[in-house]
């Protein structure tokens, strides 16, 4: 990281922590916003971690963030302590998705996705049907919200915690196997990854992170069901945030995450009836096609052609 | 999806007969499709996979929820005679639209196999899928072979879709749940026969049917899930595979 980043970083974070002091009393509006992206931000770079670095689009992330929303949903009103009850979450969207990966992996490329979509339609069937333990249709309610300044701070540690994870896996040999997986899965076993293993280990983390976040959303809503955190939606949205911003990125996801939680509730408004997917179709159709790349990689030109220019410019003075 | 969708509008507005529908549906969802591989799919050829992939759930995206936009998510059935007579033979009671959606995609299986293998454009169809640059040096006109390839196939969904339509009630997010089915006969039947699809077509039909016996309907949808999931790890070469390896060995 240079010198220029590194700043731009310290600040962004300082600003995000100072953030909720300057605005708790006056603006709950925007200390909300804030949360939302750091969430979105959380679950886009979890989703990331497989589907961007290893190449591995999954359409069936809802699964994770539901069972580790359930568990907390499940144990907070049974008085378990919170520092209990979101690691247990983690871990069984863990234990889950080694469940899951066993048969899923054996899968590739497109028809691993579509696998996904099972994947995700199966476990919400399951929260639907198994009433005794998930309230069925009707959903579970927990009893009390921690403050919304602690929540906050729960999903920026979360947030932070994720993309600095991802940013170590990236530049680690582990981010390595899964880029080269991502490429060209047979040269990769070829030249002596183990790509279901690492396949599985990506899966594993990035479950991890969305038990986490499920516990959080359930915290901050008070409120879980089957048709929103295990909803087919809620895995578009890991989908398109980080092609947003820029898939296989490090910072991608956080953007993607910005842009789809202001546009989406900008949307919801003025075009109801699933008009906000109608808008994110064309937009990833749009990224696909011109700069798959994302807007890092609109970014990035524009970078490159103000480079080229400066010389230019300099030549003629 | 959308293939029901029309067949349903043009049997509201123009008071078309659904079973006409798929003479309108077929040519045009094959020029879709056709324009569809031209100016959206042809571009991404090059990339990574999943960006194509990616590309495709986009257009489903835009499609899926044009498809609300314009019909709502409420859903619709096609009501008229044809749909509710049944004629009865052997004692039993057979529902019409069953047996001629049954005969309609008999038929189509057969047609299609014959294509694939006695034609010189399924021929070249295959070869493409197999190795692109291959076929290409054997002088296949891929690029065409494409174009078509990708229109035969949204033509047949959308037909696949029509004939649905007299079956069952629909809405915009018919067609997830019917993709998954079909990959999941797809691996446990194998694709390269059409006893294959058959073959996994049935088991995955009995397999639903008679699930319910055993547990609520509303699990219906997981009974294709729980058998992908079983084939995926106990016989990963689909149903057909295993037989056909178990023979030679």
């Known amino acids: 990281m240079d010198r220029g980043r590194t700043i731009f970083v310290a600040v962004l974070l300082v600003a995000a922590i100072v953030a909720p002091f300057v605005f708790a009393e006056r603006a709950e509006f925007v200390i909300d916003s804030l949360f939302l992206i750091f969430l979105y931000g959380a679950m886009a770079t979890a989703w990331n971690v497989l589907g961007g670095f290893a190449g591995q689009v999954s359409f069936g992330h809802a699964a994770f963030l539901g069972i580790g929303a359930y568990t907390t949903a499940i144990l907070q009103p049974l008085g378990v302590s919170l520092w209990i009850a979101v690691p247990v979450g983690a871990l069984l969207a863990g234990l889950y998705s080694l469940v899951i990966g066993i048969p899923a992996f054996r899968l590739r490329g497109p028809y691993f996705s579509i696998a996904t979509i099972g994947i995700g339609e199966a476990t919400r069937l399951i929260a639907l049907n198994w009433t005794s333990l998930t309230g069925g249709a009707s959903g579970l309610t927990l009893s009390a919200a921690p403050p919304i300044v602690a929540q906050y701070f729960a999903a920026l540690a979360l947030c932070v915690g994720a993309v600095a994870l991802a940013a170590w896996i990236r530049s680690s040999r582990f981010g390595f196997a899964l880029a080269a997986i991502r490429q060209d899965p047979d040269a990769a076993e070829t030249l002596g990854v183990a790509t279901t293993v690492a396949k599985t280990q990506a899966l594993f983390i990035s479950a991890c992170i969305l038990g986490i976040a499920g516990s959080v959303y359930a915290l901050h809503y008070l409120f879980v069901s089957p048709g929103s955190v295990f909803g087919f939606g809620t895995s578009i949205g890991f989908v398109i945030m980080p092609i947003i911003g820029g898939l296989g990125t490090v910072s991608g996801p956080l953007i993607g995450a910005v842009l789809y939680s202001f546009v989406r509730d900008q949307l919801a408004v003025s075009l109801p009836n699933n008009g906000d997917l109608l808008v994110f179709g064309v937009l990833l159709i749009a990224i696909v096609v011109y700069e798959p790349r994302g807007i890092l990689g609109i970014v990035d030109r524009l970078r490159r052609a103000r480079r080229r220019r400066a010389p230019a410019a300099g030549e003629a003075a | ?249």
Request: charged share 10%; net charge positive; proline share 4%.
């Open chain 2, 1 to 249: 999806m959308l293939g029901a969708y029309i067949t349903w509008w043009l049997f509201t507005t123009f008071h078309l007969h659904p079973l006409l529908a798929p003479l309108i549906i077929v040519p045009a969802f094959f020029l879709i499709g056709w324009g569809l591989e031209r100016t959206l799919v042809r571009r991404v050829l090059g990339a990574e996979p999943i960006i194509s992939l990616l590309m495709l759930f986009g257009v489903w995206l835009v499609l899926q929820s044009l498809a609300y936009v314009i019909w709502t998510g409420d859903s619709r059935t096609i009501e008229m005679p044809f749909i509710e007579s049944t004629v009865s033979a052997l004692g039993m009671q057979f529902a019409v639209p069953r047996i001629y959606v049954f005969v309609m995609a008999g038929l189509i299986l057969i047609a299609l196999q014959l294509f694939l293998t006695r034609t010189y454009l399924g021929r070249a169809i295959r070869a493409t899928a197999q190795d692109r640059d291959a076929a290409r040096l054997v002088g296949v006109d891929v690029d065409r072979v494409m174009g078509i390839a990708f229109g035969l196939g949204i033509a047949l969904a959308g037909f696949g879709g029509s004939l649905l339509s007299l079956l069952f009630s629909f809405t915009p997010d018919f067609g997830r749940e019917l993709s998954l089915k079909s990959f999941c006969i797809v691996v446990l039947g194998g694709l390269d026969s059409i006893v294959g699809v058959a073959f996994g077509a049935i088991s995955l039909a009995l397999a639903e049917s008679f699930g319910v016996r055993y547990m609520p309907a509303s699990l219906q949808n997981l009974i294709s899930f729980v058998v992908l999931v079983v084939v995926l790890i106990a016989l990963p070469k689909g149903i057909v595979g295993t037989l056909r390896a178990l023979r030679r060995g």
